[in-house]
């Protein structure tokens, strides 16, 4: 064996490549990461301009210890975004790549990744287990998302938010509705209420009850329990929907802003804001649709767009975390580093412990050795 055979591997490298989808101006890693990664003897190469949809020059990731370059030819690429084919096409057989990557709703994906012999590791399958709590992007994105909703309700509202005393006599604060009690909506609610909102919150799992109640909102009892697994609520029955649809027509007139965040992992989002109830709230009102992106809560939104229905203004903005760029970035960066802490050793080299549940439950794809 020669001395060239006795020397250890060299220490990963990982890239990070400027974010190419329509409107995605987060980056996978910011500086202050960068240099955490450092520490542990890692590499980091970031394509140039990759921050700048985050307004973080080059010069503030070479200063933490990142090189310009080709991430491509990384040992580990780091994204926001899904990959694109032609992405697909530029990572080595080998390499590993980490990001959402909807393996539920885009297995064309993980069918690219599969064929081009790349190790896939989806944000999305982090189980949500209390030692992957750092590394769960769902929920620090859907926290940006739940936040940045209830300012653009407030910004296409007709009234204020707050209760106002002034010389012309007193204004009653706003009613707000948050449907699905998840991270963005609990986000949602704590925010609408700093705003000066009367908050209301409503979700198929009871369980959640109590959280909504401790940010000061009411919690809206419809009688319908639908707890599912990991988390989520289960997909309702016929019946059960019909009942829903019905009780909510009649709660949702009664509010100036209803914010729906209802999802299903894997299936279309549910339908919980129909047209008639739309039509029953006050002229001036406001729906945002965090939904728009699996086809929408309410009946009335389109995907990507604003529009006015019966007086009422209808949001459903598309990946909403990527309007606030900076922070969204700052936290998903986080998210990113907890999660290849335990796939390197404590030189820096890929080592993954595949016994370990949250890398053998998020691992989309794997290139066996």
């Not at 060299?10 to 520490?39: C, D, Q």
């Not at 069918?111 to 081009?116: K, S, V």
């Not at 009367?198 to 919690?219: C, I, K, M, N």
């Not at 549910?270 to 406001?286: E, K, N």
Request: charged share 25%.
């Amino acid at each position: 064996m020669s001395v060239e055979d006795e020397r250890p591997p060299e220490p990963v490298t990982v890239g990070v490549p400027r974010e190419s989808a329509e409107g995605e101006r987060r980056v996978a890693l910011v500086p202050k990461v960068v240099e955490k990664l450092r520490r542990t003897g890692v590499e980091v190469v970031v394509e140039p301009g990759a921050g700048s949809g985050a307004l973080i020059p080059d010069e503030e990731y070479t200063a933490a210890g990142a090189g310009l370059g080709d991430p491509w030819t990384c040992d580990v690429v780091v994204k926001v975004a899904p990959p694109s084919p032609e992405e697909i096409g530029k990572l080595r057989s080998g390499a590993v790549l980490v990001g959402f990557l909807a393996p539920l709703t885009s297995p064309e994906t993980v069918d690219g990744l599969r064929d081009a012999g790349v190790t896939g590791f989806a944000m999305e399958s982090v189980p949500r287990i209390s030692r992957a709590q750092s590394m769960d992007a769902l929920s620090s994105q859907a926290n940006v998302a739940g936040y940045k909703a209830v300012l653009l309700a407030a910004d296409h509202s007709t009234r204020f938010f707050p209760m106002l005393t002034t010389a012309a006599g007193t204004v009653k604060p706003a009613t707000a509705l948050v449907l699905g009690a998840g991270v963005a909506g609990l986000q949602a609610l704590a925010t609408a209420k700093r705003l000066g909102a009367r908050t209301t919150g409503y979700d198929v799992r009871p369980e959640v009850a109590d959280q909504v109640r401790s940010l000061g909102a009411t919690w809206l009892d419809l009688g319908i329990d639908a707890a599912g697994e990991g988390g989520y609520a289960r997909q309702l029955t016929e019946d059960e929907r019909a009942e829903q649809l019905r009780r909510l027509e009649e709660a949702i007139t009664g509010f100036d802003v209803v914010i729906t965040t209802a999802l299903v992992p894997g299936r279309k989002a549910p339908r919980l804001v129909t047209a008639r109830a739309v039509q029953g709230m006050r002229p001036g009102s406001v729906v945002v649709d965090l939904a728009g992106e699996t086809g929408g809560n309410c009946e009335l939104a389109e995907p990507g767009r604003i529009v006015v229905r019966h007086d009422v203004t209808v949001a459903a903005p598309l990946n909403l975390p990527a309007a606030m760029p900076e922070h969204a970035s700052e936290l998903y960066a986080r998210n990113i580093a907890a999660l290849l802490e335990p796939m390197l050793d404590e030189h820096g080299r890929f080592a993954p412990d595949w016994s370990d549940e949250v890398l053998a439950k998020s691992c989309v794809t794997r290139e066996e050795s």
